[in-house]
């Protein structure tokens, strides 16, 4: 049976199904993980390895040159990065999208197993990327007070951990407890102590060693465990270590060397706006749902500090991914609600009542709603790439439901009744409503086969878009002509429409085109072909700029600079920051960064200021605005005192003002060499603010080298001279002891500050011979400061150097890139140096392939289905002459708005692609079936035109107009869709107009129609 008929004969079963659907719809919208962008995976993992003690150069040629050569044959292996320092080593895998990690985890863990280490080295560890692992909100914590802030903040830490949601919070600054033994190193010298043999002495008297199991006399069975520590700072200083022979007299820990408790030395300083502050990094649980998570603590901290306990102490939001998804959220969700009414006006200035209208309009919530359901079951998430996907489909869900009303009322009134005329209304387009539908639907599959970041972002989309399509169309074969067979009242306006004076006078012009088809066609190619030619010049980028309001400001000073230099040049940067006026909050992290702190190390001679603004709409300058005006103001304050680098990055992680390329070659003299003349070429050109290298050069050390014939008169070895001085450099971690509150305390044993001042006093510092001699080390070794690199990179097994470019917001990244291909073709390369381009650089130019790909093959997929449909060759070759036509209006849009050609951009295009056919498609169909009727060609072709042009007309401004809001992309959220807005409005414009006029031409042209019948 008719599904139609169906629906009008079973009204009630109809209505049934209805809220059937609904109530599921409304229960999976609630189930629906909100995020800000699809889940991506990206195929990236790292090996790291610890070497103490070994030099970069030691690091890369013992242990990664060996692991590079074991992982560069991995299966799906895309990049091989690696970086030496001292140390350790870092190794970044990166895969093809089509590889998961969890498919060659195994492969890795089997390579890195079978190399060989040398001694020392730890076992190489393997870490996946995870997005979970950084953090959806950070803000600082600051206090006005005297109360050290780190106190607090590990008080609050301690009660938020308990949100629901929450993983974990980490607190930059962490006060950190422990047991600090300083020698004096003349009071060891005179008892004629080493620092070894007093760590010895400690670890021999901190023991807790099990024995073994004893049987009692009542056979029971005890197990037994020797037990000898310290529990305090006293104990540990009463500690003996030998007795005098002359006089008798104790010798204790205390007479060689003073025992504090204290905290770990500070390393790095953290404020924000002037304030005592600290870092709270708060990370979620996975597959929690972001949005809650940071509701819930954000509500739970402000709870918090109502608490009189923390008066003074104020909560400073610097980034929360759930507040930008909660907003772009709203934004996007506004611009589909604006949408639907501006699609519903059309509706009611077309048809000019009330009933049909209200008809056409269930078809949008109860597409949507259908649309949740399927989301839901396909495990999607709500984002502003899916929520984009309904609102730029808001317009559509409409056009099936005008086709079939609008062909139900003609059917009124030729005098049918309301069932006979709502079944056969309906029955008339349905092979025309489902071959548009299936097309539209078929330009999106080949996205399904893209690969890589556009693929995991634009899938999501694609089949969203595409349930919304087929519920709609359901909607409209089964509600809407069930509905219209009980409401729908005759019309007798139609006669009376075609004779008013606007659609003679565009009967007429259909003629006139007709008369002078040539004419007309041949304009048609001229102005597509100029089109091509201005869109495969137009300027063009990634993906759009989302503006978040985020700034990081990264500071770097030569190395060896100490933290109160770095913090006098952030005080620098800091005064720039306070006069701007879109500034909300900045939180310094001064002698170390994030990432630096992540590992547990520090950098006396780096910074980090991360730095927020007020919301979009309270301010005139855009983030990218001003990270490049105030980049200029501190950059003339700082001079070349420090590296001063501004980043802005996105959710969806681009940097639209930054493109990077790096440098290969296998001669690393000639390598600098390149980077140097490159680097001079691009800071000549126009567009470009800063280029920055990640070469690092050579800092000074002080190196010792042993004299070997010396070490041997006193019978030492070289590396005992080594583990000693390292030793008495840096400190020893000595035990461990649990104090009266059960808390662990680590035990160091240090000489303080005696070795760490200047150079003469490693010169002066004494070590004991195996006679029992001490020698000064100036004795044994050379001395000398001397330069050393400080890490070695390489990137596919082959030294390599990365160029940062930072250019101006008003460049795209097609002109950018432009610039700098021009700027490397002045250079003058070895055959062996290679450049490769990394960031959105490479990103677009591996989509841009995969896009036109697309783009070919939805438009081959488009005919084959209308032919399928249509059973002919011939006429889905008439409708497909309506795409070359919308490129006119796609590439007007993309000029006059000065939007440029992005992915999101050809994601539109793609959409055209399937929208613009079902104009022909209409249009083609109504003409056959007149045509069967026994009217001419040139009959059936103006009837066609004159029935259809309403429909046409009525389905193109209901999509366009839906489409306003996105086009207008105002608000947070909104920039990603932006472009898909524009281009469609433009394209589905053109192409409109031109359909009604180019297409009965075509159709004249295959039909061989004789213009002189008109």
Known sequence: ???????????????????????????????????????????????????????????????????????????????????????????????????????????VLQRIGVVPMPEGVSPPQFLKFDPAQFPVMQLSLRSSGDEDIRLIAEELEKQLLQINGVASVTTSGKLVEEINIELDADALKEKGYTQQDIVQLIQANNVSLPGDPITTDDAQTLTTRIVSGFSSVEELAALPLSVS???????????????????????SITRANDEQAVLLSVLQESGANTAEVSSAFQEALDGLLQDSRYDGVTADILFDQGDYIRLSIANIGQSLLIGGVFAMLVLFAFLRNVKSPLIIGIAIPYSVIVTFV????????????????????????????????????????????????????????????????????????????????IGQIFTEFALTISFSLCASLLVALTVVPMLASRFLQPNTTEQKRYETKVYVRFLRSVRWALKRRLVILISAVVLVAVSIFGLFN??????????????????????????????????????????????????????????????????????????????LAERDRSVFAFSEDVQQQVEAVVGEQAEVEFSVSTSAGSSPTTTSFR???????????????????????????????????????????VDQEAVKQYGLLPAQVAQS????????????????????????????????????????????????VFVA???????????????????????????????????????????????????????????????????????????????????????????????????????????????????????????????????????????????????????????ADGHSTEEAIMLGVRDRVRPICMTALTTILGLVPIALGIGEGTELNQPMGIVTIGGLLCSTILTLYIVPIMYSYVDKMNVKDL
């Open 663 to 705: 440098v290969l070659d296998a001669n690393e003299q000639r390598l600098e060499e390149s980077v140097a003349q490159i680097q001079a070429a691009l800071e000549k050109q126009e567009g470009i603010l800063e280029v920055r290298s990640d070469l690092v050069n050579t800092a000074e050390e002080l190196q010792i080298t």
């Open 245 to 267: 022979p002359l006089t008798g007299e104790l010798v204790t820990l205390a007479d060689i060397a003073t025992v504090t408790r204290q905290q770990q030395e500070q390393t």
């Open 374 to 453: 399927l989301m839901y079951f396909a495990d999607f998430s709500l984002n502003v790439l899916t929520l984009g996907a309904l609102a730029l489909g808001i317009g559509m869900l409409v056009d099936n439901s005008i086709v079939v009303i609008e062909n139900i009322e003609r059917h009124l009134a030729m005098g049918k009744a309301r069932t006979e005329a709502a079944y056969h209304g309906a029955k008339e387009v349905m092979l025309a409503l489902i071959a548009s539908t299936v097309t539209t639907v078929a330009v999106f599959i080949p996205i399904l086969f893209i690969e890589g970041l």
């Open 777 to 931: 080390l100036e004795d044994i070794t050379t001395i000398e400061v001397a330069a050393a690199p400080t890490s070695i990179r390489r990137s596919d097994q082959t030294p390599a150097v990365a160029i940062f470019v930072d250019y101006e917001s008003a460049q795209s990244l097609g002109g950018i890139s432009s610039i700098i291909d021009n700027a490397l073709e002045t250079v003058t390369l070895d055959d062996e140096t290679q450049i490769a381009f990394t960031g959105d650089r490479e990103l677009y130019d591996s989509a841009v392939d995969d896009m036109i790909m697309a783009v070919i093959l939805a438009v081959v997929l488009v005919y084959l289905v209308m032919a399928a449909q249509f059973e002919s060759f011939k006429y889905p070759f008439v409708m497909l002459f309506t795409i070359p036509l919308m490129v006119i209006g796609v590439t007007a849009s993309l000029y006059v708005t000065n939007t440029l050609l992005g992915v999101t951009a050809v994601i539109g295009i793609l959409v055209l692609v399937g929208i613009v056919v079902n104009n022909g498609i209409v249009l083609v169909d109504y003409i056959n079936q007149r045509k």
């Open 538 to 615: 137009a300027e063009t980028e990634f993906l759009p700029a989302t503006d978040e309001g985020f700034v990081s400001i990264s500071v770097a000073l030569p190395e060896g600079t100490a933290l109160q230099k770095t913090e006098e040049i952030v005080s620098e940067i800091e005064a720039v920051l306070k006069e701007q006026a879109e500034l909300d909050v900045y939180v310094s992290l001064i002698g170390s960064t994030q990432e630096d702190q992540s590992r547990g190390s520090a950098s006396f001679n780096e910074a980090e200021i991360s730095v927020k603004l007020v919301e």
């Open 725 to 772: 001085v390292y030793n008495m450099t840096r400190g020893m971690l000595t035990t461990q002891m649990i104090d009266e509150n059960s808390t662990v305390l680590s035990v160091y044993t240090t000489f303080g500050d005696a070795f760490s001042q200047n150079i003469d006093q490693i010169r002066k510092m004494e070590l004991r011979a195996p006679s029992g």
């Open 1 to 107: 049976m008719n599904i139609s008929r169906f629906s009008i004969k079973r009204p009630v079963f109809t209505i049934v199904t209805m809220l059937f659907v609904i109530i599921l719809g409304v229960v999976s919208l609630l189930k629906i993980p909100i995020t800000l962008i699809p889940e991506l995976n990206p195929p990236i993992a790292v090996v790291v390895t610890s070497y103490p003690g070994a030099s970069p150069q030691e690091v890369n040629e013992k242990v990664t040159k060996p692991l590079e050569a074991s992982l560069a044959t991995l299966p799906g292996i895309k990049r091989l990065q690696s970086t030496s320092q001292e140390s350790a080593n870092f190794i970044l895998l990166e895969f093809d999208w089509s590889t998961t990690i969890d498919e060659v985890q195994q492969d």
